[in-house]
């Protein structure tokens, strides 16, 4: 039976719109651990100038809370809304990294490709910083040119797919542009994604992983779901050259 990280949900209560009580959040954290995940970073959104941008110290006593419960270990993230000033707000601990590693979880407006992305990503990592690209198979300008990703790759970005994507929650384009990019070998992550605790995640977990795995082989599903996520966790760097081991394809990006 295979082992899962997450590396990105929205199981704190009260933050974003993810778990809404300290029991939804228990309940998605049993769930998960009763599909084989022992792991998770819980990553609730940071968008600028709205309401989901609770501070580090609320999340902290959440987290806490939870983990007094002993299901499974918890990590402190944010997925953040594309930002300039990103590392200061880092420093200033109004945003977290993936437990406080130099992996940064990021996502995108879904229409409009932000402008420069590929300097954004070089400053990040000329500044140790890396960042995790969330479900680009959801960005529209994804689903009409898939191969954009190799340049997100190149100049130093990680790619994070949602597991969903491959049963169609997010629609046929989403679904399709995430086999693209999972049939070449361009992700780095899955991610869960999952905000509540009636999501169809958990009934359709093991469809999901049967679908995925008809994709790919089964080294490199350990390296997506376990492998990679335990290096956020330990702050190690993933390996320079990410393989798909089905087409044997090589993906450069900067160390």
Do not use: C
């Amino acid at each position: 039976m295979n082992k899962f990280i997450d590396v990105h949900n929205h199981l704190l209560y009260g933050i974003d719109d993810g778990s809404q009580s300290e029991n939804e959040s228990l309940e998605i954290l049993k769930k998960l651990k009763e599909l084989g995940f022992t792991q998770v970073i819980a990553t609730p959104h940071y968008i600028e100038g709205t309401s989901y941008n609770a501070d580090n110290y609320k999340k902290t006593e959440i987290i806490k809370t939870l983990l007094d419960k002993n299901i499974l270990n918890i990590y402190l993230g944010n997925e953040v809304y594309i930002l300039n000033d990103l590392i200061e707000n880092i420093e200033n601990n109004k945003i977290y990294s993936l437990n406080g590693s130099k992996y940064v979880l990021i996502e995108f407006s879904f229409t409009s490709k932000p402008l420069d992305l590929e300097k954004y990503i070089f400053n990040l990592r000329n500044k140790n910083i890396i960042p995790i690209i969330a479900h680009p198979e959801r960005y529209v300008y994804v689903q009409d040119n898939y191969e954009i990703v190799k340049d997100w790759i190149k100049y130093g970005a990680l790619l994070q797919g949602n597991y969903e994507s491959i049963n169609g929650k997010y629609g046929k384009n989403a679904k399709n542009t995430f086999k693209k990019i999972l049939g070449s070998g361009y992700y780095h992550f899955l991610g869960t994604d999952v905000h509540k605790e009636n999501s169809s995640f958990f009934n359709n977990f093991p469809s999901i992983v049967k679908d995925i795995k008809k994709e790919i082989t089964e080294e490199y599903f350990e390296t997506i779901t376990y492998s990679n996520p335990k290096k956020i966790i330990n702050n190690e760097d993933i390996d320079e050259v990410n393989t798909n081991f089905k087409a044997n394809k090589k993906i450069w990006f900067f160390k």
